[in-house]
Each structure stands twice: as C-alpha cells, then as structure tokens.
C-alpha cells in the first residue's frame, strides 16, 4: 500500500477515538451529575418503588373440641376486582369486549342469583368508567368461589395483563355454627381482634408472630422478599364435647321456650376431671329467639336459692352439731326469724310440721334449715361462714374467660367494741337458704362436682391441651383445687339424701329410670336492687345441680333458669332440662353388642342401601346374615359400596344395588347418611350444605340431572 493510502485510514480510526472519548466522558458525567445534582430526585423514584418492614400476618391457630373436631378456624376469603386501566394499556380490551358473553355467563354459572345480563352491565359500567378498583362481586367469597372466577377468560391472565386482582382476608368460621358460642369466642369483623370467650383468653397463643418482608421492584414486577417469617398460632384442644354441647342446647332451648324463659344456663362436667364437657348460655332476644350473648355461667353473680341448702346442711354435718336422725320443727309452714316470717312453699297448706334433717333437704324447707343452722351457729355466724369456704364455695376458680367472677360469700366482721358491723340478726336464716350470697353458676357446680368426686374438688377445665404442627407442646393436667371438702362420712350422707331427694323428693323429675340421679333443686326469687323482691312481676331463678349414674357418678350438671311470674319451678323446670341431659349423655356412651339385637324368630330380611358398607357387612354378619357372592362396585373411603347377595337361615338377601352414577350426573342420595350424600356429591364437584340430623330425605336437585359448573344442592337430613 502507499504513502498516500495510509494517510487516508488513519484519520478514520482518530475521529472513532475521539466519538468514545467524548462518550465516555458524556457518561462520567451524567453519572457524577446523578450522584450529585440528581441524587435526591432519584432517591425519590427509588422510595416509590420499594416498600420496606412489610407485616405479614400468620395464620391463627385453631380451637378444637375434646376430640379434635374444629370448632373455630382461620380461613382465606377474597374479594375480587377489576383494573380497567391496566387492561387497556396491556392492550386486551378489545379481547374483554369480545369475551364479555363467556365471562357473563361464567359468572352467572358461579352466583346463580344473578342473571348474566347483570354481570354485563355492570362489568361494563366499570369498563365505561376506566375504574381502578371495581368489585366484580360484592361479597367475600371462599377460596373454591375464588380459583372459579379466576379460571374465567381474561381474569386467568397476570394482574397486568388481565386487571384483575384480589383482597384476602384472613376469616374466622366456626363449623358448628353458633354452638357453645361465648365460650369459644368471635374475633370483631375483618380484624384479627378477638372479641370474647377462648378466642380473647388464649389470643397470644393463638395468634402466633408476625412476619416481616421488603418489597423491590425489579423488572417492572415487586417481589417480596421476607426478613423475618411469620410464626403461626397453636392449636388449642378445648374439654368441650360437641354432641354433649349440642345436646345441652336443644334440652335447654326446647324448655326456655315452653316456659317462655329470659334466660338460660347449662353446664355438664366430667367429675374425675373436672373438664367442662358442655356449657350454654342463653338470652331471649327481641325475636323471640334465644341466642348466646353473655357468658352467664361464669359470670353472673346471683342468689343461688334452694341449690345452697346442700352446702348449709353439709356444715351443720361436718361440725359433728347433728345428724341425720336430727328433727326440727316448721310448724304451719311460716317461723318467724327475728321479725321477719321465713316461709316454705307449702305454707298456705299448712306446712311440714316436724322434719327429720335429710327431709329439709328432700322437701326444700326454708323453715327447716334456716332453723337448724340459727339454733346451733346464731351467737357464732363466723363458724357457719368459714364452714362455706371449707366447702369450696368460695374459693376462686381462676376461670379462663374474660369476664368470670368469683363467688361472694360475706364473712362476718366486728369492730372495735365487739359489734358485727356488717351483719344483722337475720342475716344468717336467710344465708343459709342461699340468699345474702352471690354465686355464679360455675362455682356451684364445681362445688356439686366435688361431692360426686367424693370430696377432691377440681378446677373447672377448658383447656386440655395446646397444639403445634401435630406435636403437644402445653398439657394442662386436671387441677385438684381441695383434696377434701369435708368428711368421707358427711359425703356420703349428703350423697344418699341428694339421692332421696331426686327418688322421693321435689327432685323427681330430673330423675332417670335408668340409672340413679343425685341433686337438689332451687327456686328463688331474684332482688330487683334497690326495688327488693316484690316490685311489679317477680323474676325466678330456677335451678337445679346434680350428678349421674348417682352410685358411681360419671357428670354433674347445673341447669339454671330465669323466668317472669309464675309457675316457677325449679325441679319441675329445670329438672326437666337436667333429665334429658342426663339421659342423652348417658345413651351416648352405652356401649351395646350388636349380637343383643339378633332375633331367631324374625322373618324381615333387612334392606341395604347405597353407602359405607363396612359397617352393615359387620352388623348384617353379627346378625347372622353372611354375605356369600362377594362385592362389586365402587370403593370410596376404601370401603364396599354394593353387595350382591347374603343368607339368613336359607333365606336369601339380596342388596339394594344402586344404578351406577355417570359422573356428569347428580347422583341419587336418598337414604344414605351425611358423610357417604357429601362425598358422592362433592366428588362430582357439586357444593353441598346440610340441614337437619340422621338420614337424607331430600335433595334439591333430582337425581339423573346433568351437572353444571358451580352447582349446589341443599340436603334435607330427618
């Protein structure tokens, strides 16, 4: 190459040098220009798009009855929205325009109490409107509702491609509806505040610990990145007995309304261990419905009545003053006490007359106790008093809800120059038949309890255990509060006239033909403050408190009642309630053979219906039936669904086979019991909600029926 050539490239790779300088240069600048000049506009963007010390809230923990049924549990619930404005500038309106008829219909398919054209107008309104943030429903819906909507054309796409997007709340649902309610509690709304009950008491437990995360945008997306993990709540494993609690609140409720009561208590209690098996509240509401709104049991502090003469009689007993051979004197009916007539119920018919002591108790004598305890404790009311706090009465029961109250029992008190100064001369007759005290229900029956536990009394329990990812990580024992309450021979007076009581006396309506009940009824007027007792209507406390099987007690109970006027009857009212409870537990747990149902002499051949079949192939074979074809069909649960043929005695047997089910047909559920209905029914992807107990007796959707998305069928259970 030449002089000349050369001469010609080399100014060409000196003007490329000089360009990169200058770019350079230009670059360093802007950079150093960033760091200084524009430093804090930059710093400004750079905070709009991160988000730092995000919380993150945990999952709250569980309440579960005594055999791990949930009664209270966290779940995910969303309302669903619509960002037109993200829609457009993705560029798919055009795809939202053509697809509104399918995204219409496919909602109306998942809300049928919408007709299509609505979902249409009203998507298209927000569509008009360019809105940010318009509810595609009004309502929270569950997690199943959620992923149907989601799946919709549009609405399947990313949130900034599609618009659509979601608010999650975290709900608390109770399965079991309003059952033992104020106990277990209720959080307030959407918060996660708890309002009441175990909710409010063991909230630290259950709420677990908040997590923290930051968020950065990075490539036009945010991503959260977590600093600290949430921790979510325990599990807390309660004493309640859901079919113990259930049927405690029909018993009650089923009583309330044939009275026409305002309120009403009820508590059933394992006696060994203390544990608070059942426990319900009741108030009448403006309805006429009876709801839980207080927690009475373990909060009202009234005049227990008649309840508290067990207790009176007890002392007298323990201090060796008397015995059961004790008579005393009631004359026509009415004594008076210092001025004031103490009457019996029965005085306008002229009374009692001479009583032994077991028979005060048996007969609920005013007159009859309140002497005997006057005649031996009148110039010593503080040995009578104290003999109530030996028995338990008093003591507080540290109960772990929000809103329990101990008993108030008044002590005598003399000042300086030897005068009671909070004590009158019939302070102590009208004490003893359970007025001048303040007891809550809790604290009576844990007193009954201890007496059916041969005098160990026992904290009153609600927590068994707390729970963590399957592992037990708090046992709560059962607490013995006193080992004695009182002699073992004045508790087995006491437990022998309690029986007498319910077998001879005003008690025998809470009594069972079954098995032996012990207890003792109460029927007091209720003090309206400063009014007294007899301003206008008079308010009853209707009681009764008792234990069951009597010879080898299992439960005690406490029913209390609150009524207006008369007829008010403790043993008559709620004896009744504490009979069908009784009895209801007690067929509860009977454990019978099924081999005591076999009769050699019947000649009906038994039929068998569609369902879990396990369990009839066993009590079919216990009854001499023997299946001798085999069995075909289906397996759900991993169990036989239809048998062909079984014998009895020659006699063949043959199943009631159900038509095999299409899956794209409801299937027919007649007959069968809720688990086995459920599951056929939610298996082919149909909602199902349950009313009623034992059998189904109607679906609300024929059987054979082709199935649509989002359908749900009611069963009627009788």
């Given at each position: 190459m030449s002089k000349f050539d050369n001469r010609k490239v080399m100014p060409r790779y000196s003007v490329i040098a000089i360009v990169m300088t200058l770019a350079a240069v230009a670059v360093i600048g802007k950079t150093i220009y960033t760091m200084t000049a524009g430093k804090a506009y930059w710093m400004e963007v750079a905070a709009s798009q991160k988000k730092d010390s995000v919380t993150v809230k945990p999952t709250r923990g569980n309440i579960l009855s005594c055999d791990g049924q949930l009664m209270a549990s966290s779940l995910p619930e969303f309302k669903v929205y619509m960002d037109f404005n993200a829609l457009k500038n993705a560029g798919n309106d055009t795809a939202f325009i053509d697809s509104i008829n399918y995204i219409s219909k496919g909602l109306n398919d998942i809300f049928p109490e919408k007709p299509a054209a609505y979902f249409k107008q009203h998507l298209m309104e927000g569509y008009h409107k360019e809105s940010k943030h318009w509810a595609i429903w009004n309502k929270r819906i569950d997690y199943n509702t959620f992923k149907e909507i989601q799946s919709l054309p549009i609405f399947h796409l990313k949130k900034y491609q599609s618009g659509f997007h979601y608010d999650e709340f975290n709900a608390r649902r109770r399965p079991f509806g309003s059952l033992a309610q104020r106990t277990v509690g209720d959080m307030f709304g959407a918060k996660d505040t708890a309002r009441c009950g175990l909710e409010l008491s063991y909230d630290s437990i259950l709420r677990g610990t908040n997590g923290i995360i930051h968020r950065r945008k990075v490539r036009n997306k945010f991503l959260d990145i977590t600093d600290t993990p949430p921790i979510d709540g325990a599990d807390i494993v309660t004493t309640i007995d859901v079919s113990m609690q259930d049927l405690a609140e029909r018993a009650l409720i089923d009583e309330l309304n044939e009275i026409n009561g305002n309120v009403g208590v009820a508590i059933v209690m394992e006696v060994a261990t203390g544990d608070v098996k059942a426990i319900v509240n009741m108030d009448k509401c403006s309805d006429g419905k009876y709801r839980e709104v207080k927690n009475h049991a373990v909060s009202d502090l009234l005049e227990p009545g008649s309840v508290f003469k067990t207790a009176s009689i007890m002392t007298v007993l323990d201090n060796g003053l008397v015995d059961t051979m004790y008579t005393v004197q009631t004359g026509g009916g009415v004594w008076n006490m210092y001025g004031r007539d103490m009457k019996d119920h029965n005085w306008t018919r002229g009374g009692y007359g001479t009583l032994t002591l077991p028979w005060t108790l048996k007969y609920s004598s005013n007159v009859g106790v309140s002497r005997i305890i006057d005649l031996h404790y009148h110039k010593n009311p503080e040995k009578f008093v104290q003999g109530i706090y030996d028995l338990g009465?008093?003591?507080?029961?540290?109960?772990?809800?929000?809103?329990?109250?101990?008993?108030?029992?008044?002590?005598?008190?003399?000042?300086?120059?030897?005068?009671?100064?909070?004590?009158?001369?019939?302070?102590?007759?009208?004490?003893?038949?359970?007025?001048?005290?303040?007891?809550?229900?809790?604290?009576?029956?844990?007193?009954?309890?201890?007496?059916?536990?041969?005098?160990?009394?026992?904290?009153?329990?609600?927590?068994?255990?707390?729970?963590?990812?399957?592992?037990?990580?708090?046992?709560?024992?059962?607490?013995?509060?006193?080992?004695?309450?009182?002699?073992?021979?004045?508790?087995?007076?006491?437990?022998?006239?309690?029986?007498?009581?319910?077998?001879?006396?005003?008690?025998?309506?809470?009594?069972?033909?079954?098995?032996?009940?012990?207890?003792?009824?109460?029927?007091?007027?209720?003090?309206?403050?400063?009014?007294?007792?007899?301003?206008?209507?008079?308010?009853?406390?209707?009681?009764?408190?008792?234990?069951?099987?009597?010879?080898?007690?299992?439960?005690?109970?406490?029913?209390?009642?609150?009524?207006?006027?008369?007829?008010?009857?403790?043993?008559?009212?709620?004896?009744?309630?504490?009979?069908?409870?009784?009895?209801?537990?007690?067929?509860?747990?009977?454990?019978?053979?099924?081999?005591?149902?076999?009769?050699?002499?019947?000649?009906?051949?038994?039929?068998?219906?569609?369902?879990?079949?396990?369990?009839?192939?066993?009590?079919?074979?216990?009854?001499?039936?023997?299946?001798?074809?085999?069995?075909?069909?289906?397996?759900?649960?991993?169990?036989?669904?239809?048998?062909?043929?079984?014998?009895?005695?020659?006699?063949?047997?043959?199943?009631?086979?159900?038509?095999?089910?299409?899956?794209?047909?409801?299937?027919?559920?007649?007959?069968?019991?809720?688990?086995?209905?459920?599951?056929?029914?939610?298996?082919?992807?149909?909602?199902?909600?349950?009313?009623?107990?034992?059998?189904?007796?109607?679906?609300?959707?024929?059987?054979?029926?082709?199935?649509?998305?989002?359908?749900?069928?009611?069963?009627?259970?009788?």
């Amino acid at each position: 190459m030449s002089k000349f050539d050369n001469r010609k490239v080399m100014p060409r790779y000196s003007v490329i040098a000089i360009v990169m300088t200058l770019a350079a240069v230009a670059v360093i600048g802007k950079t150093i220009y960033t760091m200084t000049a524009g430093k804090a506009y930059w710093m400004e963007v750079a905070a709009s798009q991160k988000k730092d010390s995000v919380t993150v809230k945990p999952t709250r923990g569980n309440i579960l009855s005594c055999d791990g049924q949930l009664m209270a549990s966290s779940l995910p619930e969303f309302k669903v929205y619509m960002d037109f404005n993200a829609l457009k500038n993705a560029g798919n309106d055009t795809a939202f325009i053509d697809s509104i008829n399918y995204i219409s219909k496919g909602l109306n398919d998942i809300f049928p109490e919408k007709p299509a054209a609505y979902f249409k107008q009203h998507l298209m309104e927000g569509y008009h409107k360019e809105s940010k943030h318009w509810a595609i429903w009004n309502k929270r819906i569950d997690y199943n509702t959620f992923k149907e909507i989601q799946s919709l054309p549009i609405f399947h796409l990313k949130k900034y491609q599609s618009g659509f997007h979601y608010d999650e709340f975290n709900a608390r649902r109770r399965p079991f509806g309003s059952l033992a309610q104020r106990t277990v509690g209720d959080m307030f709304g959407a918060k996660d505040t708890a309002r009441c009950g175990l909710e409010l008491s063991y909230d630290s437990i259950l709420r677990g610990t908040n997590g923290i995360i930051h968020r950065r945008k990075v490539r036009n997306k945010f991503l959260d990145i977590t600093d600290t993990p949430p921790i979510d709540g325990a599990d807390i494993v309660t004493t309640i007995d859901v079919s113990m609690q259930d049927l405690a609140e029909r018993a009650l409720i089923d009583e309330l309304n044939e009275i026409n009561g305002n309120v009403g208590v009820a508590i059933v209690m394992e006696v060994a261990t203390g544990d608070v098996k059942a426990i319900v509240n009741m108030d009448k509401c403006s309805d006429g419905k009876y709801r839980e709104v207080k927690n009475h049991a373990v909060s009202d502090l009234l005049e227990p009545g008649s309840v508290f003469k067990t207790a009176s009689i007890m002392t007298v007993l323990d201090n060796g003053l008397v015995d059961t051979m004790y008579t005393v004197q009631t004359g026509g009916g009415v004594w008076n006490m210092y001025g004031r007539d103490m009457k019996d119920h029965n005085w306008t018919r002229g009374g009692y007359g001479t009583l032994t002591l077991p028979w005060t108790l048996k007969y609920s004598s005013n007159v009859g106790v309140s002497r005997i305890i006057d005649l031996h404790y009148h110039k010593n009311p503080e040995k009578f008093v104290q003999g109530i706090y030996d028995l338990g009465l008093a003591t507080d029961l540290h109960i772990p809800i929000v809103g329990y109250s101990p008993a108030k029992i008044r002590m005598p008190h003399k000042n300086r120059r030897g005068q009671y100064d909070n004590w009158s001369a019939t302070a102590l007759p009208w004490m003893s038949i359970g007025y001048e005290t303040q007891i809550p229900p809790i604290s009576t029956l844990a007193f009954y309890n201890a007496i059916a536990n041969g005098g160990k009394m026992m904290r009153p329990r609600f927590v068994k255990q707390i729970v963590k990812n399957g592992e037990v990580i708090y046992d709560n024992p059962p607490q013995v509060i006193k080992e004695r309450i009182a002699k073992e021979s004045t508790i087995k007076d006491i437990i022998r006239i309690l029986t007498e009581v319910v077998s001879e006396g005003l008690g025998r309506k809470a009594g069972s033909d079954k098995f032996q009940v012990a207890g003792k009824t109460g029927t007091a007027q209720m003090s309206k403050g400063a009014l007294g007792y007899k301003s206008g209507n008079i308010n009853y406390l209707l009681s009764f408190a008792g234990f069951f099987p009597a010879d080898n007690p299992r439960y005690s109970c406490i029913v209390c009642i609150q009524k207006t006027g008369l007829p008010a009857s403790g043993g008559g009212m709620s004896g009744v309630v504490f009979h069908h409870i009784a009895e209801g537990i007690m067929a509860q747990n009977l454990k019978l053979s099924v081999t005591d149902a076999r009769d050699s002499s019947s000649i009906l051949i038994p039929s068998v219906k569609t369902g879990n079949l396990l369990a009839t192939d066993y009590v079919l074979t216990a009854l001499g039936f023997n299946v001798t074809n085999g069995w075909s069909g289906a397996y759900p649960f991993g169990n036989p669904v239809w048998g062909t043929t079984t014998r009895k005695s020659g006699k063949s047997l043959t199943f009631q086979k159900e038509e095999a089910f299409k899956d794209n047909l409801v299937p027919n559920v007649h007959g069968m019991g809720a688990r086995d209905a459920v599951y056929l029914m939610e298996k082919r992807g149909i909602r199902v909600s349950l009313t009623g107990r034992g059998r189904v007796i109607e679906q609300s959707i024929a059987p054979g029926d082709r199935i649509k998305k989002g359908m749900k069928c009611t069963l009627v259970l009788g």
